[in-house]
């Protein structure tokens, strides 16, 4: 069975600063790998996603995430955050498409002014 | 396209109270999930639909927690007695098949026992 270990419960970081949430994970076989993103009182929306091809994967709000296999990670990066970023990012693996989405405990990134 | 509904948003309870939340999933989209999130946790799996047949309900507490699917759409979540360690966040998602297809969740309804 696959499991997700995100290693920082909480992240502050002040504003236009550089942040990266990490992500591991553990599987005997290959896996998807997501990001997802929940603020607060509202359901998770998801951030990015990895399925193949290229390693290193964009969202459309700057943030990029690069999948390791060797190190089995998933870390999440963004050079510049904002206020508006202020959220609870989750990481999430599935072995197949569609089944067993088994989600991190999560990181609560908080942006200072 | 409207995302996935649930009803009520919040619910204060007793315990030893049935209480039953209400999902209605995007349209077209064949797999509906339950999922558990405590404070401070992510999302655990209580159950998944495949159409409307249950595939995976190997985290659903049985002896008190129950969920259907009629006719492949709409879902209910019901638990019966509830207890104090019930008190969570229970969000439904949905997804359409194939390999392009996230997750999509509902805002979640906020169960409270008391």
């Known amino acids: 069975a696959q499991s997700v270990t995100q290693l920082d419960s909480q992240v502050p970081v002040f504003e236009e600063a550089p942040v990266e949430l990490r992500c591991n994970y553990s599987s005997s076989v290959s896996v998807y790998l997501f990001w997802y993103v929940q603020y607060p009182n509202q359901g998770l929306q998801l951030l990015l996603k990895?399925?193949?091809?290229?390693?290193l994967v964009e969202s459309i709000n700057g943030f990029e995430a690069e999948f390791n296999k060797s190190q089995t990670s998933f870390h999440l990066r963004k050079p510049s955050v904002h206020i508006s970023d202020t959220a609870e990012y989750f990481c999430a693996v599935s072995e197949l498409w569609g089944q067993n989405f088994v989600f991190g405990p999560g990181t609560r990134l908080s942006v200072l002014p | 396209e409207a995302g996935v509904v649930q009803s009520p948003r919040y619910k204060i309870i007793e315990k030893k109270q049935p209480v039953a939340f209400w999902c209605n999933p995007i349209s077209g989209h064949n797999t509906l999930y339950w999922y558990r999130q405590n404070l401070g946790q992510g999302p655990e799996l209580l159950i998944r639909y495949e159409n409307e047949e249950a595939v995976d309900d190997s985290q659903l507490p049985k002896d008190r927690f129950s969920a259907e699917r009629l006719k492949g759409v709409d879902s209910t979540l019901k638990i019966q007695p509830a207890e104090l360690g019930d008190s969570a966040v229970y969000l439904c998602?949905?997804?359409?098949?194939?390999?392009?297809?996230?997750?999509?969740f509902g805002n979640g309804t906020r169960l409270t026992v008391t």
């Open positions: 998602a949905s997804s359409s098949r194939g390999n392009n297809s996230p997750l999509h």
């Open positions: 990895y399925l193949s091809g290229s390693t």
